[in-house]
């Protein structure tokens, strides 16, 4: 997380939509609540938490690219909530992976 917001503290953006691979597990729920603090410097307040897995059901490998398919359509048709979002995953091994999307100036 820290590596992906990085870019966005230095230039002084906020992410007003999160997407991430939580589903309905109290751990990932208590990840989320982490995380959340965590990321406070970027997140803009208030913003828009999508998971898509609470609707689609367990992804797995899939639930980061799922995401930031999710983030880009939205960028693309112009319903993202937000012109900057993050996108996170995780897996049960530990592994974590999260991505920071900027839409593109020219779809603003």
């Not at 690219?65 to 900057?84: I, K």
């Not at 592994?95 to 593109?104: D, F, N, T």
């Amino acid at each position: 997380m820290r590596a992906a917001t990085a870019p966005l503290e230095k230039e002084g953006q906020k992410a007003g939509w999160a997407v991430s691979d939580v589903g309905l597990e109290a751990w990932r729920m208590r990840e989320w609540q982490t995380l959340t603090v965590r990321a406070t410097p970027v997140l803009t307040s208030p913003y828009r938490f999508d998971n898509p897995a609470q609707r689609m059901g367990r992804m797995g490998a899939a639930g980061l690219p799922v995401g930031l398919a999710l983030v880009a359509e939205g960028f693309r048709r112009g319903w993202g909530p937000s012109p900057v979002a993050l996108v996170f995953g995780g897996s049960d091994g530990g592994e974590r992976g999260a991505v920071a999307l900027v839409r593109p100036a020219a779809s603003r």
